[in-house]
């Protein structure tokens, strides 16, 4: 906890479903709003997979909050990823860390998914939590 992911998760390569790679002001946007939840998924984790159906949504409401997720696919194959069939997701809350060497998963120890992170404004970890 306490942890700030804003270095690590600017460096990283991660596109939309548009194949667009975004900048680094893009990604620093991602997690500087207000109550986000990084959501690290993949398409063929079934949890993760049940999570989604159960939540359909982009929002989730946690202890009266309102909190935005933001589902960060560790998918390497493309088209899996975009064949998700999550009518919620868009370029605006769903991306894919792209790239042989996946940093972020490294430095947060995610070794097993579904995973979720919970952000404060300022991009550091508040916590990691089930939902």
Not at 20 to 38: A, G, H, M, P, V
Not at 67 to 78: P, V
Not at 113 to 124: F, K, M, V, W, Y
């Amino acid at each position: 906890m306490g942890k700030d992911i804003s270095d690590v998760f600017v460096s990283i390569p991660i596109e939309n479903a548009s194949d667009q790679l975004l900048t680094d002001s893009e990604k620093k946007s991602l997690i500087t709003r207000e109550n986000i939840i990084l959501d690290c998924w993949a398409s063929w984790c079934v949890p993760c997979r049940a999570r989604m159906e159960e939540i359909k949504s982009d929002k989730v409401t946690i202890d009266h909050k309102q909190y935005h997720i933001i589902y960060l696919s560790i998918d390497a194959n493309d088209a899996m990823w975009k064949s998700a069939p999550y009518p919620f997701l868009n370029n605006e809350n769903s991306f894919r860390i792209t790239g042989p060497d996946n940093q972020f998963i490294k430095d947060f120890g995610i070794r097993r998914i579904p995973r979720a992170i919970l952000l404060n404004q300022s991009g550091l970890i508040s916590s990691d939590f089930i939902f």
